[in-house]
């Protein structure tokens, strides 16, 4: 399975980036950073992901 | 009492980066690397007097005043995957860590500032101890440095030496004495040889076709020192004006990256053709202990700047200068470096 990063725009988008360099140098150079599961909330990652239970 | 020899001398800095130019490196963030440099991080106070104020009725100073700190220091090494993960990672300044033990990978470019990224470089703590303790000869830490540059240099022949990294750092002139640290046990380093270099420089693989000799590549910083010095940058000791003041921030300024290197010349070799016709290409070198421990420097967009006809040893060779240049997808360096160790600028 191809290991994956999460990275986040200067706008504040995240994306699942394959981490190879191809995909994530260029990433790097126009703004983006890592970000850690901590920083990222279930549902920016996944719009299925979270459990909606809790929000009732 | 003993002598003490520079042999004792022991080193460790912060693996992690610090949290900010002022919060030192606690013990557990940091690692004790051997080096083969005996320069020490000599913190150096700057001092003025008041010899040319008028109203003394001479021109003789009668008061010196302590003005402001600076530490700097130089990390000469054998190339190995962890000292060349670390510097690619400060000196750079950006990182992505990805992989799991014993594989971790930091893919390291330049900060950019235009596309959001900071102008301040990743802080450590820079510790140099000899006899700590009792018996204390040094033992003091120097806060807040960064990597003002880096220089790997690889040569022809059988020794460690062919395979060599330079470090330069610059510290806020923050120091703490003792340093309060307890020196980590040292790292296992894992030595990136000469003989493992794959190298491929606009089009041509120089390890295939047996040509290379040997080559330098370098990047600077060219940190702005008397920048760190602002209205409440802050003093050596916080709240005592007369301590002297120490650097608050520490930002690059004009960065510079080289590669140059000089390759066997014989019939059917392009880089006198290339110079003349400008033509570009990336340049990638790479060298390898083994699958967990590795480091790949590409220069996305080079050109040759120079390229001379001379000797070595008797046989003819090229001595080259390349541009690296910008390139609009890949910017203008990156740095993929393994290593077994986790937390790198972390």
């Known amino acids: 399975?191809?290991?994956?990063?999460?990275?986040?725009?200067?706008?504040?988008?995240?994306?699942?980036?394959?981490?190879?360099?191809?995909?994530?140098?260029?990433?790097?150079?126009?703004?983006?950073?890592?970000?850690?599961d901590e920083e990222v909330t279930p549902d920016v990652r996944r719009a299925d992901a979270g459990n909606p239970d809790l929000l009732r | 009492m003993s002598v003490a020899r520079m042999q004792e001398i022991q080193i460790c800095f912060g693996k992690q980066k610090q949290a900010d130019i002022a919060t030192a490196n606690t013990g557990v963030q940091m690692w004790q690397?051997?080096?083969?440099?005996?320069?020490?991080?000599?913190?150096?106070?700057?001092?003025?007097?008041?010899?040319?104020?008028?109203?003394?009725?001479h021109e003789f100073p009668t008061q010196s005043f302590q003005t402001s700190w600076d530490v700097n220091g130089t990390l000469e090494k054998y190339l190995g995957a962890e000292i060349g993960a670390w510097a690619m990672a400060f000196g750079?300044?950006?990182?992505?860590?990805?992989?799991?033990?014993?594989?971790?990978t930091y893919t390291c470019t330049p900060l950019f500032p235009a596309n959001g990224d900071a102008a301040e470089l990743p802080y450590f703590s820079f510790v140099e101890q000899i006899r700590p303790g009792a018996g204390i000869v040094v033992d003091?830490?120097?806060?807040?440095?960064?990597?003002?540059?880096?220089?790997?240099?690889?040569?022809?022949?059988?020794?460690?030496?062919?395979?060599?990294?330079?470090?330069?750092?610059?510290?806020?002139?923050?120091?703490?004495?003792?340093?309060?640290?307890?020196?980590?046990a040292a790292t296992l380093e894992k030595l990136l040889p000469s003989a493992s270099l794959a190298l491929s420089i606009n089009g041509v693989n120089y390890v295939s076709n047996k040509n290379i000799v040997s080559l330098e590549t370098s990047w600077k910083n060219n940190v702005r020192l008397d920048g760190g010095f602002y209205p409440g940058s802050g003093f050596q000791t916080p709240g005592d004006g007369a301590s002297g003041a120490i650097r608050g921030r520490l930002e690059f300024g004009n960065?510079?990256?080289?590669?140059?290197?000089?390759?066997?010349?014989?019939?059917?070799?392009?880089?006198?053709?290339k110079l003349k016709s400008q033509a570009t290409g990336t340049a990638v070198l790479a060298l390898t202990y083994?699958?967990?421990?590795?480091?790949?420097?590409?220069?996305?967009?080079?050109?040759?700047?120079?390229?001379?006809?001379?000797?070595?040893?008797?046989?003819?060779?090229?001595?080259?200068?390349?541009?690296?240049?910008?390139?609009?997808?890949n910017g203008?360096?990156?740095?993929?470096?393994?290593?077994?160790v986790d937390g790198i600028c972390q």
Do not use: Y
């Not at chain 2, 960064?146 to 240099?153: A, M, T, Y």
């Not at chain 2, 040759?304 to 910008?326: H, K, N, Y």
């Open chain 2, 140 to 184: 003091r830490m120097a806060v807040g440095c960064v990597v003002e540059g880096w220089s790997i240099s690889i040569g022809s022949g059988p020794g460690r030496a062919n395979s060599k990294i330079t470090v330069e750092f610059v510290g806020s002139g923050k120091t703490t004495e003792p340093s309060g640290v307890t020196m980590p």
């Open chain 2, 332 to 340: 203008i360096v990156s740095a993929v470096a393994k290593c077994n």
């Open chain 2, 92 to 104: 750079l300044g950006k990182v992505v860590k990805s992989g799991t033990t014993p594989n971790f």
């Open chain 2, 290 to 329: 083994d699958a967990n421990n590795s480091l790949e420097i590409t220069w996305h967009k080079v050109s040759f700047a120079s390229a001379e006809v001379g000797e070595t040893d008797g046989i003819v060779t090229v001595s080259v200068d390349c541009l690296p240049m910008w390139d609009e997808t």
């Open chain 1, 1 to 36: 399975m191809t290991e994956t990063v999460l990275m986040r725009s200067p706008e504040g988008e995240v994306q699942e980036v394959e981490a190879t360099p191809a995909k994530i140098v260029p990433l790097m150079v126009r703004g983006w950073r890592q970000v850690t």
């Open chain 2, 33 to 57: 690397l051997r080096k083969l440099n005996a320069t020490l991080a000599n913190p150096k106070l700057n001092t003025e007097n008041d010899a040319e104020e008028f109203g003394k009725g």
């Open chain 2, 255 to 273: 960065r510079q990256g080289t590669l140059r290197f000089v390759a066997r010349f014989e019939n059917g070799s392009t880089e006198l053709t």
